[in-house]
T-cell receptor, first 111, second 112 residues
Framework: GEDVEQSLFLSVREGDSSVINCTYT??????LYWYKQEPGAGLQLLTY?????DMKQDQRLTVLLNKKDKHLSLRIADTQTGDSAIYFC???????????FGSGTQLTVLP | SQTIHQWPATLVQPVGSPLSLECTVE??????LYWYRQAAGRGLQLLFY??????ISSEVPQNLSASRPQDRQFILSSKKLLLSDSGFYLC???????????FGNGTRLTVT
């Protein structure tokens, strides 16, 4: 099965870039996802990347995928206070019927 | 467009009482449906998933059960709640495995 790991906390200054990292174990993961969870809310799909891609950019978000190292990152440019939330990465493999989530990274944006 | 509704948003129930949480999806047919629980930490635990009416798969043994009486309706139930059932329950759907999961807003359950 898939294991997904993330660091638990990240603090950045408003206006700086944030980089949230994730490692996964299943090299057959077809898609890798980033979700955002604000306090008391459900998970919101931010972006995802197909395993044959190295990079995907969507406005302030950049996803980088290093398949060799099984490393995924989410870069948020010009981080704002509204970006403060928990960010989850998740992976799926060809044999699984469900996503495997990391434990989430709490992003705190300092003024 | 597709939307997912989950209710109630918060619930406080005494130990030993029954539970019924409901989730409905609009704007799609034959979705895969999921119930997750998020404990006080962060981790998401998959409780049940369903690929069709009346088809329920359970990931972990527990005090809870799930049912899918209609194509776009998913219900999480318990006959007698335990203190350990407290948590944040999330319903989700997708169109098939390998497709993105879309979550409801969650139900905060406190068992007292």
């Amino acid at each position: 099965g898939e294991d997904v790991e993330q660091s638990l906390f990240l603090s950045v200054r408003e206006g700086d870039s944030s980089v949230i990292n994730c490692t996964y174990t299943d090299s057959s993961s077809t898609y890798l996802y980033w979700y955002k969870q604000e306090p008391g809310a459900g998970l919101q799909l931010l972006t995802y990347i197909f395993s044959n891609m190295d990079m995907k950019q969507d406005q302030r978000l950049t996803v980088l995928l290093n398949k060799k190292d099984k490393h995924l990152s989410l870069r948020i440019a010009d981080t704002q206070t509204g970006d403060s939330a928990i960010y989850f990465c998740a992976g799926t493999s060809g044999s699984a019927r469900q996503l495997t989530f990391g434990s989430g990274t709490q992003l705190t944006v300092l003024p | 467009s597709q939307t997912i509704h989950q209710w109630p948003a918060t619930l406080v129930q005494p130990v030993g009482s029954p539970l019924s949480l409901e989730c409905t999806v609009e704007g799609t047919s034959n979705p895969n449906l999921y119930w997750y629980r998020q404990a006080a930490g962060r981790g998401l635990q998959l409780l049940f998933y369903s690929v069709g009416i009346g088809q329920i798969s359970s990931e972990v043994p527990q005090n809870l059960s799930a049912s899918r009486p209609q194509d776009r309706q998913f219900i999480l139930s318990s006959k007698k709640l335990l203190l350990s059932d407290s948590g944040f329950y999330l319903c989700a759907w997708n169109t098939g495995y390998n497709s993105p999961l879309h979550f409801g807003n969650g139900t905060r359950l406190t068992v007292t």
